[in-house]
């Protein structure tokens, strides 16, 4: 199982907004920041959030990120069918290793 | 425009080794640290290893330490992966990414990945 603790699906309607937890602990998410990435279908990741709350450039501002003690979460408003994929959180460990979340399935129904 | 192309997956049978690479352009290589990062045939990612930008600090995940080596050349513009004594469990999609620091924090850049399949 996964260092981070994410659940394995979410799902929304078109312009409804939805969050996706990620739940660590003192050593990764409580003493580092945290990271999203985007897997669309059939490709490799892609950054989506970074130290916690940062957009990369040409992420939309519908995406946002926050933390709160050894815990994060994604939100994503303004749901688009083009949102569906995978997110993952990610963040680095006091023991010196990357650790991933099991991602979550997002379905835009 | 930064690139990382991966190179050298195949079909392997366990307990064999086999090695990866990834090419990078676009940006300069020895100043970054690099990740492998794989995922398993409909699983979830999981971090690999990491190297500091000159090679100094490597770090990998349990489960392939004393098994793989990751390591790079900076004049050829090149991540490595060695990976010895393959198992089944070892069968994924082998990304490369490269890292915002010169040493380990996140991933912003990856490549398309290469498949390893460890069988017999």
């Known amino acids: 199982q996964s260092v981070l603790t994410q659940p394995p699906s979410a799902s929304g309607t078109p312009g409804q907004r939805v969050t996706i937890s990620c739940s660590g602990s003192s050593s990764n998410i409580g003493s580092n920041t945290v990271n999203w990435y985007q897997q669309l279908p059939g490709t490799a990741p892609k950054l989506l959030i970074y130290s916690n709350n940062q957009r990369p450039s040409g992420v939309p501002d519908r995406f946002s990120g926050s933390k709160s003690g050894t815990s994060a979460s994604l939100a994503i408003s303004g749901l688009q069918s083009e949102d569906e994929a995978d997110y993952y959180c990610a963040a680095w460990d006091a023991s010196l290793k990357g650790v991933f979340g099991g991602g979550t399935k997002l379905t835009v129904l | 425009q930064v690139q990382l192309v991966e190179s050298g997956g195949g079909v392997v049978q366990p307990g064999r080794s086999l090695s990866l690479s990834c090419a990078a352009s676009g940006f300069t290589f020895s100043s970054y640290a690099m990740h492998w990062v794989r995922q398993a045939p409909g699983k979830g990612l999981q971090w690999v290893a990491v190297i500091w930008y000159d090679g100094s600090n490597k770090y990998y995940v349990d489960s392939v330490k004393g098994r793989f080596t990751i390591s790079r050349d900076n004049s050829k513009n090149t991540l490595y992966l060695q990976m010895n004594s393959l198992r089944a469990e070892d069968t994924a999609v082998y990304y490369c990414?490269?890292?915002?620091?010169?040493?380990?924090?996140?991933?912003?850049?990856w490549g398309q990945g290469t498949l390893v399949t460890v069988s017999s």
């Open positions: 990414a490269r890292d915002v620091r010169d040493y380990g924090d996140y991933a912003d850049y």
